[in-house]
């Protein structure tokens, strides 16, 4: 019914900046939260980032001040700016989107594939 879809991870050098975006789709009547969280190798999933439907956002600690969460004015896709990014912030990145169907129905969170970051030299 609904399809997260994730683009551009990638491999970038310390101190580079990525862009990540999540395209939602399907029978979407509208979105509330969307976020972004990461899972590194032997770690548990942490949050990244949020954003409500109205804009208001919240950052995990390890990424205040580099990261930036957006959403389109359409509100289906979501977006994260990764500046300054370090070797600690190499995971694979997952979004997340609380979806309204135009049935009216709630159901659990979508997530997207995820997309792998790598930041090495």
């Known amino acids: 019914q609904v399809q997260l879809v994730e683009s551009g991870g990638g491999l970038v050098q310390p101190g580079g900046s990525l862009r990540l975006s999540c395209a939602a789709s399907g029978s979407i009547f509208s979105i509330d939260n969307m976020g972004w969280y990461r899972q590194a190798p032997g770690k548990q999933r942490e949050v990244v980032a949020t954003?409500?439907?109205?804009?208001?956002?919240n950052y995990g600690d390890p990424v205040k001040g580099r990261f930036t969460i957006s959403r389109d004015n359409a509100k289906t896709t979501v977006y994260l700016q990764m500046n300054s990014l370090k070797p600690e912030d190499t995971a694979v990145y997952y979004c997340n989107a609380e979806v309204v169907l135009t049935s009216r129905a709630r159901p659990p969170p979508y997530w997207g594939q995820g997309s792998l970051v790598t930041v090495s030299s």
């Open positions: 954003i409500t439907s109205g804009g208001n956002t």
